[in-house]
């Protein structure tokens, strides 16, 4: 023990890096401590006496700080009530305002002699001024008649003289029997009615456009709006003028003497109202409590703002004063670290020169025998370093061979495992498959491939991001491992598709217990960044030697079976059979069949007719892709569109050109035959919206076409909801060309009222689905009518597709539906039948 304690007290010899460090740095210690200790006392007499005003000044700085903090949240609480009136309690004020006040007093007890030590500070400000006109504020905001003044102008005078011009006009409508509808007193009453129902929808624009609703710039939209008020004053005093001159029929119960003076009068008031209220918004003070907060409360604010950022001014002036007071024992520290610098400097000298003959050259020496080994000379000799420094540097080096192989090896399994989970990549299963497979077969032995893939993976992923989607994979992989054998693979093919060898089976029945066991044990709850989350999975499951005894065509089997999984409603399992293959194969050969078709131009067009509501008249045609075959019946698109998806970019030109000639053909045939310049709608192919290196060759497409002006362009919502930023360029494209747009299938996806305002559509198509189940009264009645109110609202015309029945048609009429197409009016025709139709169209007209 006693020797123990010698040896760690010896100090170290000067044959060694250590001992010639330690005396040198020793030397160096010396020489700067004696300087330090000189300047010690200088800076500790100079520095103690500022201590204090330094320690007070932080501490008034900080309460300053947390003054200016304490005004901007009551600012910030108050924007937000002007953003959600009532959103937050009033005691949640009261109690900010009583923080401030007690922020002031303790500003005011932190610095002795507060008030004459800073008299252009904080006495200025008037901290009761303040809690009286937010008090005030809040009242007002809490109180919508006192928040918007012209509420009381629409409530107690607009909308009794609108609901009586209403009221005057149905009494003449409801006289009308359904044969007087026609006569000229009845249409006049129903353009009246019309007219004052369209003021009315723009008078209600006009106030949502002042809240920002319908127009970023609320002036621009208001000015818009009432522009079309003025306009449907107008017509509606034409027609009351008109109406008051023409004679009712003899059926309709003769008018009182007073009352086209009396709707006058109220039409007149009401305008008046009007003026008063659009008066009122376009002014300051349309919103009183927005008012106060910009003229009253935001000023006071402001300049108490101010009032701190001058006291603040004011600490840091101190703060300059003592500095200055420190520059002068700072000039004089500033020497001694000179002269410590110098010392240093001619210190640092002499060991350079001292270890580049100590040290550096027989490090060289070393480095270079090793650099030697290292490019493969086996008789080189390390020569045996003189310091034990030298000896440990090559005693590192032999560590450090060790662990390159170390490394090496490390490579290799990261060239065969995903990194993400550790699991087997695809080629090492593959290559344990194989093996797997020559083992079986030699010893008569079963074993099992499972394909797994996470059902909705997708749309976590891109929900939460990729962060929580490998998180969630992880997981995955630590509960595949619980459950199946340790001898058994489990590997990671790429993105949420896993696989699965189980060797030596005794029977399926294993297969499909593990199967189900992984299917429970992914179904429990998922915790990622704190949020719940469940998920699924599909399994296939292939068994060797039954159904496949190599490795790509037993994993294809899996792969097929786990298709089946997902075909029959996801988180289930399922074993490949020989009817999986043989509807593989049936696929194939569609997909073979329907290449040759393209080549052999099979795919066309059949055409159904769009008419015009009120007239009657052809408006277009859309065109419908149908395939017919030359041997077999006519297929529709639900028969082969997943087939035709799958075509690489070559084919799909060749198809567009294709049907580019039918519809250049069928337009140049109406035109030259019966005179009509015939509308094709055609369907936009999702595939080309998503993909903007597309974008230009359809463009070049239609414009290339014969009559270009004479094609309209239909995109379903779904479609446009996939991708709005490649669907807004390539639609803001084809509207500066004039190409009109139609947004079809309308009601069935997640478009929100924005995107129908912010796309330039020129229609919306309405489902069949809505148009199908019309009735008197129904909600798709009502959700119909909504829909053609709104697209009016926006400049759009509306189509209706499915309209099958006469009930439907006339409903669709009176809700003022621009456009009709379904069997009602004609089936989808093939060229030659379309073309006598409107030979017979042309005809009757």
């Given at each position: ?17 250590q001992g010639q460090y330690l005396y040198m740095a020793l030397t160096l210690v010396l020489a700067l401590l004696i ?537 289930n399992y399922q074993f490949f059979t020989s009817e999986l293959l043989r509807r593989a194969n049936r696929q194939l ?212 597709e499915g309209v099958e029945t006469e009930e439907q048609k006339t409903y669709l009429m009176n809700i003022g539906c ?28």
């Amino acid at each position: 023990m006693s020797r123990q304690v010698k040896n760690l007290w010896r100090l170290p010899t000067m044959a060694s890096y250590q001992g010639q460090y330690l005396y040198m740095a020793l030397t160096l210690v010396l020489a700067l401590l004696i300087i330090a200790w000189t300047g010690h006392h200088y800076v500790e007499e100079t520095a103690e006496e500022h201590i204090a005003r330094i320690a007070s000044r932080t501490t008034a700085q900080e309460q300053v700080a947390r003054l200016q903090q304490q005004l901007q949240d009551i600012e910030q609480w108050l924007g937000q009530q002007l953003i959600e009136p009532g959103s937050s309690p009033g005691s949640e004020l009261e109690d900010m305002l009583n923080e401030l006040d007690s922020s002031f007093r303790r500003l005011a007890a932190s610095i002795p002699g507060f008030n004459q030590a800073i008299p252009a500070g904080l006495p200025s400000l008037d901290l009761p001024g303040l809690r009286s006109e937010t008090m005030a504020f809040l009242h007002v905001s809490h109180d919508n008649s006192l928040r918007f003044p012209g509420i009381h102008i629409m409530r107690a005078y607009m909308q009794p003289r609108s609901r009586a011009v209403m009221d005057s006009l149905d009494n003449i409508i409801y006289q009308a029997s359904d044969d007087d509808r026609d006569n000229g007193y009845s249409r006049l009453a129903y353009r009246a009615r019309h007219t004052w129902q369209q003021l009315l929808s723009e008078f209600r624009l006009l106030v949502a456009n002042r809240f920002s609703v319908f127009s970023d710039t609320a002036q621009d939209g208001m000015t818009s709006r009432s522009y079309n008020v003025e306009l449907y004053l107008e017509k509606m005093r034409a027609l009351l003028e008109r109406l008051q001159h023409t004679p009712p029929p003899d059926a309709f119960l003769p008018l009182p003497d007073d009352a086209w003076q009396q709707m006058e009068s109220d039409i007149g008031q009401w305008e008046s109202h009007y003026l008063q209220l659009l008066a009122s918004l376009r002014s300051s003070k349309w919103r009183q409590d927005l008012y106060l907060f910009k003229t009253s409360l935001q000023p006071r604010i402001t300049g108490m703002k101010a009032h701190l950022d001058r006291l603040q001014n004011h600490l840091n002036e101190q703060a300059s004063r003592d500095i200055t007071a420190l520059t002068g024992s700072a000039s004089r520290l500033s020497q001694a670290i000179l002269l410590i610098a110098l010392t240093g400097m001619i210190l640092i000298l002499g060991a350079y020169y001292y270890l580049k003959i100590r040290v550096i050259k027989p490090m060289s020496d070393t480095a270079h025998a090793l650099r030697q080994e290292a490019n493969g000379d086996s008789r080189v000799v390390v020569p045996t370093p003189k310091l034990k420094e030298t000896r440990d540097l090559v005693e590192a080096f032999g560590e450090m061979r060790r662990q390159v192989i170390k490394r090496e090896q490390g490579l290799d399994h990261l060239a065969h495992h995903d990194p993400l989970t550790q699991l087997p990549n695809r080629l090492l299963f593959k290559d344990r498959l194989e093996h797997a497979l020559q083992i079986a077969a030699r010893h008569n032995q079963m074993i099992s491939c499972l394909f797994l893939d996470l059902d909705n993976f997708k749309q976590i992923n891109d929900t939460l991001g990729h962060f929580a989607g490998d998180e969630l994979l992880i997981t995955v992989a630590r509960r595949l491992r619980k459950v199946v054998r340790r001898a058994d693979t489990i590997a990671r093919l790429g993105g949420d598709e896993f696989a699965i060898l189980l060797e030596d089976i005794q029977r399926k029945t294993f297969a499909r217990n593990i199967a189900q066991k992984i299917l429970a044990a992914l179904q429990k709850p998922y915790l990622i960044n704190d949020q719940e989350f469940h998920i699924t999975a599909s399994i296939g499951i292939a068994i060797a030697p039954y159904d496949d005894n190599q490795s790509d065509d037993l994993l294809r089997d899996a792969d097929a079976a786990m298709y089946e999984a997902k075909r029959r409603g996801k988180n289930n399992y399922q074993f490949f059979t020989s009817e999986l293959l043989r509807r593989a194969n049936r696929q194939l050969d569609l997909e073979q069949r329907l290449r040759r078709g393209v080549q052999n131009n099979e795919l066309l067009y059949h055409y159904q007719p769009i008419i015009n509501t009120r007239t009657g008249q052809l408006l277009a045609v859309e065109a419908l892709m149908r395939w017919q075959p030359e041997e077999g019946e006519l297929l529709y698109p639900s028969e082969f569109m997943d087939a035709l998806k799958k075509f690489n970019l070559e084919l799909r030109n060749r198809l567009d050109e294709q049907m580019s000639v039918q519809i250049n053909r069928l337009q140049e045939t109406a035109l030259k035959r019966h005179g009509i310049a015939l509308r094709v709608a055609v369907n936009m192919s999702p595939s080309v919206l998503r993909d903007p290196s597309r974008h230009r060759d359809t463009i070049d497409s239609i414009t290339n076409m014969k009559f270009p002006s004479l094609i309209n362009l239909e995109i379903t919502e779904d479609t446009l909801m996939e991708d709005l930023t490649n669907a807004r360029a390539l639609l803001g494209e084809l509207r500066e060309l004039g190409i009109p747009l139609s947004l079809d299938d309308f009601g069935t996806g997640q478009s929100s009222l924005n995107h129908l305002r912010t796309f330039p559509f020129d229609s919306i198509k309405i489902d069949r689905e809505f148009v199908r189940n019309l009735t008197s009264g129904s909600e798709d009645a009502i959700l119909v009518q909504a829909i053609v109110q709104l697209a009016h609202s926006f400049n759009m015309k509306v189509v209706a597709e499915g309209v099958e029945t006469e009930e439907q048609k006339t409903y669709l009429m009176n809700i003022g539906c621009d456009y009709l197409q379904g069997y009602l009016i004609s089936r989808p025709l093939p060229e030659q039948e379309l073309l006598e139709f409107l030979r017979r169209f042309r005809d009757s007209g």
